[in-house]
């Protein structure tokens, strides 16, 4: 079990830093998701991690060990972590038990150790039966487990997994997710995670470390970031949700406050007063009665159905737009009104 902490880790390419000055502390047993759009820095992030990029500046540590460092390197097959990687990266030539035993035949393993964790490996992923079978012969659900297999023989303390499910339909994702935190539960070994798709981080993950621009913009459990967002990127990424500006007001006998079209919220006694931004979530706004106490009027932009309910663009006549859900569908320009039961007043940025 291993502690993972990166501290001022630092890699450019071309003159522009992909990962710059990143402090990340990753606790034994912990399942982290390193999520943002693409270009962000997660998988180069992921590489400095296993060995595969060296960092320009900074320190990568496992426990008590440095890996990388002013004056260290140690090389990926030496780090004691199992990587599972987007395309799979299996030997098309060898069967899928052979393709699990590569890394334990060049440890020295003997023949029964290794015929041994082969067939654990094999059981714990589901694929006891696919032994013989080549990687050609394996749906994609099957040949990303065993590439998982092949991790697992190895008993890492800490497995990184490079967009694991992009190659694979809606169905196989929602199984392999289960898969990886179950395993995960029974391993209790470390996973860092790299994925764009927050649907996937939301479910999988006790931590996500959300990255823009090569930089950590917040880090926390699932809930805390969708329902607390601390920057706007943060908030625009997480959900549907949609950042507003905000006039914020201290009144000496009322405390503060800000308004969206109209409607007053509490902010904290302590804000400062100003234009700052606040998230507003599409659970927090519903369709409401022009006629109802707090009534806001607004022009539907588009509509998506999603699935069990469509997804509204709306205008408030102030120029604000807000995202809200609705049981039938609507067409552009149609007048509603919307109520918003709450809005979060994201912290200011720091110096």
Not at 8 to 25: H, I, K, P, Q, Y
Not at 110 to 134: C, P
Not at 248 to 254: E, G, I, L, P
Request: proline share 6%; with cysteine; charged share 20%.
């Amino acid at each position: 079990m291993t502690t993972l902490t990166l501290s001022g880790v630092s890699r450019a390419f071309a003159g522009t830093r992909a990962v710059d000055r990143v402090d990340l502390e990753i606790p034994s047993g912990e399942f982290v998701a390193l999520l943002g759009p693409s270009g962000c820095g997660k998988t180069t992030l992921l590489r400095l991690i296993a060995g595969l990029e060296r960092p320009d500046s900074g320190e990568i540590a496992l426990g008590d060990r440095i890996v990388a460092g002013k004056g260290v390197f140690i090389e990926p097959e030496h780090r004691g972590l199992g990587m599972v990687f987007q395309s799979y990266a299996l030997w098309p030539t060898m069967t899928v038990a052979e393709n699990v035993a590569f890394g334990l035949r060049v440890r020295g393993m003997a023949r029964k150790q290794i015929d041994a964790a082969v067939d654990a490996a094999l059981r714990r992923v589901g694929l006891a039966e696919f032994g013989t079978r080549r990687p050609a012969e394996l749906s994609g659900g099957q040949r990303q487990r065993a590439a998982l297999a092949r991790c697992l023989a190895m008993s890492p303390s800490l497995i990184l997994l490079d967009e694991p499910l992009a190659n694979l339909d809606a169905h196989l994702r929602a199984l392999m997710l289960d898969e990886f935190r179950r395993i995960s539960e029974e391993t209790r070994a470390t996973f860092v995670f790299v994925t764009h798709d927050q649907a996937e981080a939301m479910a999988i993950a006790d931590r996500i470390v959300v990255m823009d621009g090569g930089r950590i913009e917040q880090s926390g459990a699932p809930e805390t970031l969708y329902a607390r967002p601390a920057t706007a990127m943060v908030a625009r990424f997480i959900g549907d949700g949609v950042v507003l500006p905000v006039n914020v007001r201290q009144d000496a006998q009322a405390g503060g406050s800000f308004a969206i079209g109209g409607r007053s919220f509490a902010a904290p006694p302590a804000e400062a007063p100003g234009t700052q931004l606040a998230s507003v979530r599409p659970e927090n706004v519903a369709l409401a009665d022009p006629q109802a106490d707090g009534a806001l009027p607004a022009t539907v932009i588009s509509c998506i159905y999603r699935g069990g309910y469509y997804a509204l663009r709306c205008g408030l006549d102030d120029g604000s737009v807000l995202v809200a859900h609705a049981t039938r569908r609507m067409k552009p320009g149609d007048r509603i009104a919307l109520t918003i039961g709450h809005a979060w007043l994201i912290p200011p940025a720091g110096p």
